[in-house]
């Protein structure tokens, strides 16, 4: 599999990113709130780069009827989520690449009524942009690859990789 970004690449740019946030969250109460399972293994990196206080929640959004790569009908599974009432909350997902399952997961955490919401990804694809928005923080802009590795899939494998690559024919073969 070739690689795209190498896990220390990964690891140098969420550091500059948990140095970012905690200067932009610093004295606000504020609450990640991760998107299930892709930014799994990017939360348990940046919040540790984090040093202002915060909470984590986790939410998940699923799609049926999409591709691989783009989200059908979106469904948001917010059993899980703390009561976002008075917080900062910073949704954290692994990809923005339409954009559509990020805008779902706005829509429906603005309603209830949070301090402020902003949006926080690894990896954008700005080229397949679908929405009138763009992360607020983002990891690396990316060309219109599909990608595999640090939490994002394929068929659910591939989520353990160290680093982000671009799967071939092969591996896409034995993913089945
Ligand atoms: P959206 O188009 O921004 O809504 O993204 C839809 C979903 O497709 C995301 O939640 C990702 O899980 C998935 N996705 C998009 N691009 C990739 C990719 O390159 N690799 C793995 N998953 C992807
Ligand atoms: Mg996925």
Redesign the pocket.
């Known amino acids: 599999m070739r690689t795209l970004l190498t896990e220390q690449q990964i690891r140098q740019r969420i550091e500059e990113l948990g140095r970012q946030i905690s200067v932009d969250y610093s004295g606000r109460p504020l609450t990640v709130v991760a ?1 299930l399972t ?1 930014s799994l293994v990017l939360l348990a990196d940046l919040i540790r780069c984090i040093s202002t206080p915060l909470k984590v929640t986790l939410v998940s ?1 699923s ?1 049926y009827g ?1 591709t ?4 059908g009908h ?1 469904t948001i599974n917010d059993s899980l989520l703390a009561d976002p009432e008075g917080r900062d909350l910073l949704v954290l ?11 779902g997961l706005v829509q429906n955490l603005r309603a209830r009524n949070p301090s402020s919401l902003r949006t926080a990804v690894l ?1 954008w ?1 700005p080229a ?1 942009t ?1 929405v009138s928005f763009q992360p607020d923080y983002f990891g690396f802009q990316i060309p219109d ?4 590795g640090y939490g ?3 068929n659910d494998h591939f989520r353990h990789l160290p680093f982000i690559g671009i799967p071939d024919a092969e591996d896409l073969q034995m993913a089945q």
């Open positions: 998107v892709g959004a799609s999409g691989r790569t783009t989200a979106l997902d692994d990809i923005f690449d339409t954009g559509r399952t990020m805008q990896l694809k397949r679908e690859e599909f990608v595999v994002l899939d394929y």
